[in-house]
């Protein structure tokens, strides 16, 4: 059996669209290795990674070659789906944000859809493949995580969390050690860029209101964990293959503290000179941890502040401590830890004083890159049942502003989102910061130089002289 893997491109020919970093798909990795195992053939088509004209797209899908084409997309990705795949005969299998969310949906389109995926994707693709080989009558009955459908019948099947990770193949790499794969997180002075990427754990016990589990990393509540051995070895292939970077893709890397001392013991352990990053949330941080994180190889780190009002962070379901927050930015820069910091804009009943107790608290933890998104009510997220008959698949939490919740009009939020960004931009410590970091590439990585300078320039000429939509 060949198979061809795609993941769509949320910005599909949308031209001035916000940066953002382009990782590899874990679940893609897994399920290539696990493809491999069963004596499957593969290609991959990234086009978050690289540019496919839409002609060259539907030739690549109407070879004769392939048997099955999965596909992997987010809710921007929608129409762009039923495009390419209206009509066309080979056998699909769906993951990602628009499979679990409107399977049903694509399901009444002229797709010839075997199955969606809506769970943990590794743990079902497995089955399905044996399935497919095995059983001409595609009877997916006792397959997790699924939406398929059978006599005219759609069926639901019981969702699954994969309990011990360790038991998952390990992730197919080669195809994604190229310089499509890249973070814009800052890293310190001196570091060759070469990225690769894992995750540490699964899931993730907040209940943020914007939230939407079809768009997380991983699915479910519960924590589950690799051990600090499967993921240092992990690791250490990596810097094997030349990565001196890798990016944790954990939803929320630091709920558990002592989990993350285990993996950092382990690296310093094998004494592996590899930097690392990771996204949590702030309230999950001490300096202690930040020590111990720093001494094994971490140089970077994601928090979600979301809103520096207090009022406006309990309406989110996200108490941060905001003086803790204060006091975790000036430790980290102490340390030589480098920090990007999140913020929503367009909150529910966020006022002018909120956005501007947002905009003070953003000089006051000068972070060294940030990124600024619309509250967006994606479907799964508690917000979504407010919006759901008028919902439109094309939003994009960088690039849409279709649903105000706030008290502020449309027209000011832009021009809000617009001096958030300036305020932080021409701050003397960014200007220091984007200076070093661009100095630092211009002679260790040209490539993400260049891709840092033009893809900047492109968003603050959207920002200063388009509207944003």
């Avoid at 979504?384 to 008959?389: A, H, L, S, V, Y």
């Avoid at 698949?393 to 021009?415: D, P, R, W």
């Amino acid at each position: 059996m060949k198979i061809l893997f795609i993941r769509l491109a949320s910005y599909y020919d949308i031209h001035f669209h916000h940066p953002e970093n382009v990782m590899m798909p874990i679940d893609i990795s897994i399920m290539m290795r696990t493809a491999l195992n069963l004596k499957c053939h593969f290609e991959f088509i990234d086009l978050e990674a690289f540019r496919f004209t839409f002609d060259d797209l539907k030739k690549m899908i109407s070879r004769d070659d392939f048997d099955l084409i999965v596909v992997k997309a987010k809710s921007p990705s929608f129409e762009t789906f039923i495009k390419l795949f209206k009509n066309t005969k080979k056998n699909i299998i769906g993951m990602g944000h628009i499979f679990s969310c409107y399977a049903e949906k694509l399901f009444s389109e002229d797709i010839p859809l075997l199955a969606a995926i809506s769970g943990e994707p590794e743990l079902s693709f497995g089955l399905l493949l044996q399935a497919i080989k095995n059983d001409g009558n595609y009877n997916f009955s006792n397959i997790p995580n699924i939406t398929w459908k059978i006599d005219g019948k759609i069926i639901h099947n019981e969702e699954q969390l994969v309990d011990n990770l360790d038991e998952l193949p390990n992730p197919y790499t080669d195809p994604f050690l190229s310089a499509g794969y890249f973070t814009y997180y800052p890293v310190p002075f001196g570091t060759k860029k070469r990225f690769g990427f894992l995750m540490h754990s699964r899931g993730c016990p907040y209940k943020c209101i914007f939230c939407s589990p079809t768009l997380r990393n991983s699915r479910g509540d519960r924590m589950r964990y690799h051990s600090a051995k499967r993921t240092v070895d992990e690791m250490e292939k990596m810097a094997q293959k030349g990565v001196t970077i890798v990016q944790f893709r954990d939803d929320s890397f630091t709920i558990d503290k002592s989990k993350v001392k285990e993996l950092c013991l382990e690296l310093k352990r094998r004494n592996l000179k590899i930097k690392w990053i990771v996204q949590t949330n702030i309230n999950n941080v001490d300096k202690d941890l930040l020590m111990e994180m720093k001494s094994a190889g971490c140089c970077s780190i994601g928090f979600g502040i979301e809103s520096g009002s207090p009022r406006i962070l309990s309406m989110l379901n996200k108490n941060n401590d905001l003086p803790h927050a204060m006091e975790i930015f000036d430790f980290c820069k102490k340390i030589g830890i480098k920090t990007v910091g999140f913020f929503l804009l367009g909150s529910p009943g966020e006022e002018r004083e909120d956005i501007e107790k947002t905009i003070k608290l953003l000089k006051n933890l000068r972070p060294d890159l940030i990124q600024l998104a619309y509250f967006t009510p994606y479907p799964g997220s508690q917000v979504f049942e407010k919006i759901k008959q008028d919902y439109k698949e094309s939003i994009h939490h960088y690039n849409c502003f279709e649903y105000n919740f706030s008290k502020v009009s449309t027209v000011e939020l832009k021009k809000y989102f617009r001096k958030f960004y300036l305020n932080w931009l021409l701050s003397p410590s960014t200007l220091l910061s984007l200076t070093s970091s661009m100095v630092n590439d211009l002679f260790f990585n040209p490539g993400a130089a260049k891709r840092f300078l033009m893809d900047g320039i492109r968003f603050t000429i959207r920002i200063l002289f388009f509207n944003l939509r």
